[in-house]
């Protein structure tokens, strides 16, 4: 019995020193990681486009009428749904 005691705690030994250095690498990795991902966020170019307006047509009054020249012919059936939003600038 006592002679198989020391191989076993060789052995025991040699799994633990195993297990803390995979656990001594692995968070070696994840602050290499870590580092490269803070690098990237600031160095990325993440900014978000911002809509622009569009001019698609004009609106003119004309003997108290309202007409709208339209210069793309997609935007007419939206003005045939009655899918706009009227804005007053003054």
């Known amino acids: 019995m ?4 020391i191989p076993f705690i060789m052995l025991l030994i040699v799994t633990i020193a195993l297990i803390l250095e ?3 690498q692995e968070d070696k990795i994840h602050e290499i990681y870590e580092e490269k ?5 600031k160095h990325s170019n ?4 911002q809509k622009c307006k569009e001019l698609v047509g004009l609106v003119y009054l004309e003997d108290y009428t309202l007409n709208i020249e339209v210069l793309d012919d997609k935007i007419i059936d939206q003005l045939e749904r009655k899918k706009y939003k009227i804005k007053s600038k003054g």
């Open 2 to 5: 006592t002679d198989m005691m």
């Open 22 to 24: 995979r656990k001594f």
């Open 37 to 41: 991902f803070e690098n990237w966020k």
């Open 46 to 49: 993440t900014k978000q486009e």
